[in-house]
Each structure stands twice: as C-alpha cells, then as structure tokens.
C-alpha cells in the first residue's frame, strides 16, 4: 500500500510539475489534518472491535458549540475548545453507556448517537449556521466574535508549519506510542482480538472499551474544533461528510505494511493516499463529480492488491 | 480379498517448501474400519484433505476400482465416493436451514430439484435419508439445535444416500458422552456390514483398539506402520512416538499432606452447577471427571469467576476469598486454563510469544511502557520451559494444537498461581505433549492447588491423587488414588449408582 502512494506521488510529478512544491503540500497535509483527526478516532474505537460511526456528527458538534461559545456567549478561544472537547468526551461516554451497560451493537448505538447529535443540534440554533451577529431562537442577536485566537489553531503557524498540521502530527504520534507500545494499548488489541479471552486473562474488558470510546469522542472533537478554525462559521452538519472518508482510511491502514488489524501509521498512509489522489485529480483538472468514482476504483484496486499479496504468503 | 475401495500411490503434499505428506502407499477396503492414528502434525488433516478433494494439488495417484480418480475438488471427491464427518460438525451444516433441509441440501442445490418445492416432498424425501442410520429427531427443527451426536448421524445419513463409499471420522467422539460414543460405534459398525471403507481417526488409542480392523500410524508425514490386524495401544504409540512410551503418568506425589489449600463450599451457580463441596490438599493433583454436560466446566468457570454463583464461599490456605469476576479471581492466584483454547483462551493474530505475555504483561513494563526485550525474554523462558514449537512471533494459529495448549498454560506460568483449575487439557493434545503437560501439572502440584477436570476417566484415574466424580451438577463421590475402579466410576458418572463423598 506504501508502495501505491509512493507510486501515485511520483506519477502525479510527472504529470502536473507543481505537484510537488511546498505550497502545495502545505495545504494538502492542512486539508489533510482534520480528516487525519477523525480517521485516528475511528482507529481508536475499531481497535477494541468497535465502530464508532458517530465522529462525524461529533466533529459537527465541537464546530456548533465552540462557535456557540464565542458567538452568543462571549467566551474565550480556550473556553470554546475546553467546551468542544468536554462535550465529544461526554459523547464518548454515552456511546460507551449505550454499547456496554445496555449491549447494543457498536454501529447501530453510534448510528443512532449520530442522528440524537445531529437533529438536536439543529434544535438548539434553530437550524441556522451560527455566525457574528445572528438571530438567536429568543429573537436577540449574537453579539460575540469569532476568537482571532481561536482562529489561529488552523490559520496560524508555529516555525512556518501551519498549527492544525502540528496538532495532527503530535496526536498521530501519541496514539502510536500508545497503542503499540504502552500495557493499556496492547490490552485494547486483544480486547479487539478475543474479548472473551481477555476476560478470562482477568482484564477489565469495559473498561477497555469504555477508554476507547472516549479517546474517539476526544479525538473526533478535536477534529472538529479545527474543522471550526478553519471554515470560522458554526455549521452544524460540516462534520458528517469526514465520516466516510475517515473509516475508508482506516481500512486502507489494514492493509498497509500487511498488518492487518487498525494501526495508526496505517490510518495516516490511508488518509494521506485520499489527499493525494483528491489534491492530484484537482490539479489533472479532472471535475470534482469523477473525483469520488476514481478515489472509490483507486482504493478497492489498492486495498484488493495488498491482500491478494498477503493471502498468497 | 474384495477389491481395495480406495488405493493410494505415493501420494504427498507440500506447502511453500515444507514438506508434510510423503510417499503414501495405502489401501481402503470395504466393509472395513482402518484406524489412523499420528501425533499432531504428523500429516493426518492433511492426508484427510487430500481424500476429500481440499487440495487442487497433490502428489502421487490414487486409485478407485484401478481407475485413476482426480481429488482436485470436493465435488470430484464425492463423485469418486469420499466424504468426512469432521470434528467440527457444524461446519457442515447449513445453520438456517432445518434437519430436513440439510438432510437433502444435495439435492436441494441440485438443479433438478423443482423450483417450488412442497415441503411434503421435502419432508419425505429427508425422513427417507435419516431412516438409515435411524436418526430419530423432529425434521422440521432447525438443524444448528440438534445435539453434537445428532448432528453427526445427519452428516453421516447425508452421505449415505450420496452413494459415500469411503467414510472417513475426524476425531468424532471428542466431545461425545460414553453412550452417545457407543451408539457412533454401532453405526459405524453397521457402516461397515453394508461394505463401506470407514476411515477412523482418533488421538483416543482405546477406542481405536476397540472399533478398528487395521490401524496405520503416519509420523512426520510418513507412513510408519501398518498393522494388518488390530494391535495394542502400546504398540501403536510405540509406532507413533518412534520409541516405546514410558510410563504414561507421572510418579504420584510424596509430598501430599492433609492440610487443605484450597477449599470450596455450597457452590451453586445457574441450573448446571447444584451445591459443591471440595477440597484440595496441599501437594495433591486433584482430578474431576464426569460424563459431558456433568458440570465440570461450570464447576471451574464459577470457581474463577467466570460466570456468576448464586452461592458458595472459597478458601485458600484457610483464608476467605471473593471472586465475582476473573479480575478477582487473578489478583488471588488462581487461573483457569479453559476448555476451548482458540475460543477462550487464546488471542489468535497475537503471536505466541504475546500470547504468553499477554495476562501478566505488567511484569515487563515500567511506568506502563512495554519493554520489548524483557518480554521476549520472559516469553522465551516460558517456550524453553514447555518445550513450545514452531514459530514464537509468527500468528499462535499457526501452531498444532498441542503447542497452542501449551502456549495457554505457559501464559499463567509467569504469574504465581495459588489454585490452578484446567478444564480438558489434554483434548485433541497429541500423546508426547499430553505426558509434557502431566509432568508440568505434578510439578505444579507442590507449589498450587490443582484441580484438573477431564471427561477421559482414565486420564484421571491416572493423574489425580484424589478425584472427585461429577453427575448432574453435584458431586457423586470423592476417590484417593486407588480406591475405585474404572467401572465403578463409570456407573456414578452415569447416575447409576449413588455414592457417599468420601
């Protein structure tokens, strides 16, 4: 799978020379960070055998309450992040409550946790985006501003690197170390691999899985609050379309490195291939209908050669 | 002499490189039932495979009646007049579908079967394929409810009416109570009256003693031996191992005093387990046996914590314990090696050396970081102490299954085990491991309370200092070794007779 990446950047060189110049990769490792943010959530959760399908929405959340914040109640940029992250902990926390304590099935819980996030967030602002001096429910204007420093998480930059790519970059990093090489990692993935017998090896299985469902919600938080920098405007549903995009580069991580099972630098290879291909077609001039056809055929013959090689082994 | 069923030539098999069948000369003649016996590994699944067409390769020939027939696909094979009942049934039962439907699935998938099918018609068309081998059960129950046993006379009732010539058993009776193995012997006896070539594979030498006219042993992928006429156990694990078994159990132990390690009282748990007491001496191997479904597995699952008890107190060394889950159950010391090893006890994409680090994972990490070197250290001191083979980093499927049991017992190894419980840990084990795996429970013995449960009474009677019999969830009676003898053990599994607990 490395190798189809590596293959694609070169062949996308060849074809449109501005392909590979800073600029360029600057804003395509940008675009690329929220959905890297989501992506690694839906890791986190498919890690213990689960299926947390509600990031999206829950990215959708962080956008809505954290434009809330600073919008109608004048808050301050970190005041609106700590709310964002808070609220995608707590949805991680139902999601957990709904999985565990009730045993529904991972996808439909989140599903459903998807729908509950989504319309009673419309609910609230009556369905408008939430933007400077708009007409609350009660008839009163949104007085607040948008945070410049709130701003600043994706539009800024730290040492000429943009800060939602920093960001992007340390969590990658944590989540690595964390589930390849810390005893609570490596738990979660024989959670994933056998609940029963981690059961029976005395592991507090719930509890595993209630950790991974709130790292997702976190996660997927976070990703939204950049999301929330980046677009400057609280509306409400921008989340849901990463939610796609986020499992397929979960899945491609499967196959990357034949590892066969979700892994953080496999994620990262998945969503770095999508950018790419998105960023490159964009620059072929290919029209943004064809785009999604091309990524859908790209993948399926990347993911079926990287398997087709491991079975044969 | 009839005419060889099935005659094999030379036939071999290998994967990548690795050599695992070679130069197979064999015949299967009707009316016949031919043992086969190995150790794990020694190509017995494999030449299986081979017969039943599971490989689109092979070496050598083989032949029906003189014709060369081509095993390349199952389809090939059930037309060349082989089939299998596996050990594990239920894969070859269509789950969904009822006795009936499996009963003609044949001919339900066939295309001359009318595409509006009366369920009269199907109906009689299946109690017409079950009346052979007089499977008396509901034909419009769904097939997945049937018993083990049940099951098998399906698939067998199946095959006959497929005109199977060559049958072969892949370790039937492993989970089969002792009147339930008795009425497989009188069908497969009954096999065999009407000319079928019944091929019986079994790590159980006595059964093998007891059904089969010939026996053939394969070692390392070869055939070793064939006795033209049946021949003692010994004979043909002598055949199996290279080299005559020495004495199966090991030494009883000295050691055993009359101090009590581990002790249960009034355990209850759900309808399967009704009231047990017992105790263990320190030093002692205790044994508990019974029929399938006698409550030893429910017995040790309740004691680690496994499921929930209604009721019961435990005491080790004299000191109360809690257990409510096997988080307690471990923090005390005691560990349950599980019945099902790949279902329950084993992570199977880990690797075998994260299998055994994978319950005291602790031990190798600092601040909650794993240390990689010292847990391969500490795996690898667990794989040389067992004696594990084959690949410690590559996937623990990939291992026999007596080193995947070893991999699960050695996974407890690293801890301090305080009350060791094993539930049939030697099923599907072959012989060399089997004895490994005795030794390591007597060593055990002088530092643990160890409770190990088998429904082989004679593995039991071997091992165990003191045993105690299980029937429907209560304990029928308590034995030192010595004391009783394998047919009054026998009754008092069955219910036959009551006992007092000694």
């Given at each position: 799978?490395?190798l ?7 062949y ?15 804003n ?7 959905e ?18 509600s990031?999206?929405?829950?990215a ?8 809330m914040?600073?919008v109608?109640?004048h ?14 902990l707590?949805?991680g926390?139902?999601?957990a409550?709904?999985?565990i304590?009730f045993q529904?099935p991972d996808?439909?819980?989140?599903l ?6 989504d ?9 408008q985006?939430i933007t ?9 204007t949104?007085?607040?501003i ?24 340390v ?7 964390f589930l390849?090489?810390?005893r609570?990692?490596?738990i979660?993935?024989?959670?994933g691999?056998?609940?029963e017998?981690?059961r029976?090896s005395?592991?507090?299985?719930a509890?595993y899985?209630?950790a991974?469902?709130?790292v ?6 976070l ?14 549903l ?8 986020a ?6 991580g499967?196959?990357?490195?034949g ?7 496999g ?9 790419v291909?998105?960023n490159?077609?964009?620059?072929l001039n ?8 091309l990524?859908?055929?790209?993948m399926l013959?990347a993911?079926?050669?990287?398997f087709a090689v491991?079975?044969r082994? | ?9 030379g036939?071999g098999?290998?994967?990548?490189g690795?050599r ?14 031919l043992?086969l016996c190995?150790?794990n590994?020694?190509g017995?699944?494999t030449?299986?495979k081979?017969?039943?067409?599971y ?8 032949e029906v009646?003189?014709?060369?027939v081509h095993l390349h696909t ?6 060349a007049?082989v ?19 499996n009963l ?5 998938t066939s295309?001359?079967y009318?595409f509006?099918t009366?369920?009269?018609?199907v ?7 079950a ?21 098998q ?5 199946r095959?006959?009416a ?5 049958l072969?058993?892949?370790e039937p ?6 009147r ?41 992928g ?5 006795f ?13 191992l290279g ?6 159990f090991p030494?009883?132990s000295?050691?055993?005093?009359a101090e ?9 748990a759900g309808t399967?387990?009704?009231s ?7 030093g ?6 019974g ?6 597995t429910?017995?040790l ?7 929930p008890?209604?009721?019961g107190?435990m005491?080790?060394?004299g000191?109360?314990?809690e257990?409510r889950?096997?988080?307690d159950a471990?923090?005390h010391g ?9 279902r329950?006890?084993?992570?199977l994409d880990?690797?075998?050396?994260r ?6 994972l ?8 794993i240390?990689?070197r ?21 996937p623990v499927?990939r291992l026999s299954?007596?080193?995947q ?9 690293i ?6 419980l ?12 089997r004895r ?13 309370a160890?409770i ?6 004679d593995?039991v009677i ?18 030192a070794?010595g004391?009783a003898?394998?047919?009054?053990v026998?009754?008092l599994?069955?219910g036959l ?6």
């Open positions: 799978m490395v189809v990446l590596v293959l694609l950047v070169l996308l060189w060849w074809a449109v020379p501005q392909f590979l110049t800073l600029t360029n990769w600057t395509l490792i940008r675009d690329m960070s929220i890297t943010l989501v992506a690694l959530a839906v890791t986190a959760s498919v890690v213990v055998a689960g299926f947390d399908v990031i999206g929405a829950n959708g959340l962080a956008v809505t309450l954290s434009m914040a600073m109608v109640y808050a301050s940029a970190f005041t609106a992040v700590l709310v964002a992250l808070v609220a995608g707590l949805v926390a139902v999601n409550l709904l999985i304590r529904l996808l439909l819980a989140t459903g946790m998807l729908f509950v996030i319309g009673l967030q419309q609910v609230v602002v009556a369905g985006t400077p001096g708009m007409t609350l429910a009660n008839g009163q949104a007085t607040g948008v945070q410049p420093a709130f701003l600043a998480i994706d539009q800024g930059r730290f040492l000429q690197v943009p800060i939602s790519i920093w960001l992007m970059l969590v990658a990093l944590a989540l690595w170390f390849s090489s810390t609570i990692g490596r979660m993935y024989a959670v691999s056998n609940p017998a981690a029976l005395g592991a507090n299985v509890a899985r209630t991974a469902y709130l997702s919600g976190f996660l997927a938080a990703g939204g609050v950049v999301l929330a920098a980046r677009i400057g405007v609280g509306e409400q921008a989340g849901d379309s990463y939610l796609l995009n499992v397929a580069a979960t899945m491609i499967y196959a990357v490195l590892a066969g099972k979700p892994n953080v630098f994620t990262i290879v998945g969503a770095l291939l999508m950018a291909m998105v490159g077609l964009t620059m290919v029209p943004y209908y064809t785009q999604e056809a990524l859908g055929a790209v013959a993911l079926a050669l990287s491991k079975s082994t | 002499m009839a005419p060889a069923l099935l005659q094999l030539r036939v098999k290998s994967f990548s690795v695992v069948l070679q130069g197979i000369d064999l015949e299967i003649r009707p009316g016949e039932v043992g190995g150790a590994g020694a017995k699944s030449l299986i081979v017969l039943t067409g490989f689109d390769h092979y070496e050598g020939e083989v009646g003189g014709r060369a199952p389809a090939l094979a059930r037309a007049g089939d299998a009942v596996y050990q594990e049934v239920d894969a070859c039962i269509a789950p969904g579908l009822t006795v009936a439907e003609i699935l044949n001919r339900l295309s001359h009318p509006l009366a369920r009269r018609r109906l009689a068309d299946a109690a017409e394929v009346a052979p081998v007089g499977l008396r059960v509901g034909l419009t129950r769904q097939a997945e409810d049937l018993s083990l046993h049940e099951k006379l399906l698939v067998i009732a095959a006959i497929q005109q199977v010539r060559v072969i058993f892949d009776s492993t989970s089969l109570s002792m339930e193995t008795e009425r497989l012997f009188a069908t497969i006896r009954d096999l065999r009256e009407r000319g079928m070539g019944i091929v019986y594979v079994s790590h159980r030498l006595n059964e093998v003693e007891e059904l089969c006219d010939r026996v053939a042993v394969l070692r390392n070869r055939l070793v031996a064939q033209e006429e049946m021949v003692s156990t010994s004979a043909i694990a002598t055949a199996m080299a005559p078994p020495e004495e199966e030494e009883p000295t050691s055993a005093s009590v390690a581990f002790e249960v009282r009034g355990l209850r399967a387990l009704r047990v007491d017992l105790s263990v001496r320190r002692e191997i205790f044994g508990v046996t029929l399938v479904g006698a409550g030893k429910e017995l699952r309740a004691i680690f914590g496994a499921d008890k209604q009721a107190e005491r080790i060394g000191e109360r314990v257990v889950r096997p988080q471990v923090r005691i560990y349950l090696v599980p019945e099902e090893r790949r329950h006890g084993l992570f880990f690797s075998a050396s299998n055994i680090s994978s319950v005291f602790a031990k190798f990490c600092r601040f909650g970081v240390r990689p010292a847990e391969r250290r500490g795996a690898q001191g667990v794989i040389e102490r067992l004696s594990i083979q084959g690949n410690a980093e590559g499927l299954g007596g080193n049991q070893k991999v699960v017992i050695g996974k407890w190894i801890g301090e085990p305080r009350v060791l094993l539930d049939e840990a030697t099923q599907g084990v072959d012989i060399g491991t490994q795996i005795y030794q390591l429970v007597r060593e055990f013995s002088s530092r643990a160890v190990f449960a088998s429904s082989d009474i593995e071997g091992l165990a200092d003191r045993f105690a019999v299980m029937y429907e969830g209560q304990v029928a009676g308590v034995f070794r004391e003898d394998r047919q009054s026998i009754e599994a069955s007779r009551k006992g007092t607990v000694a």
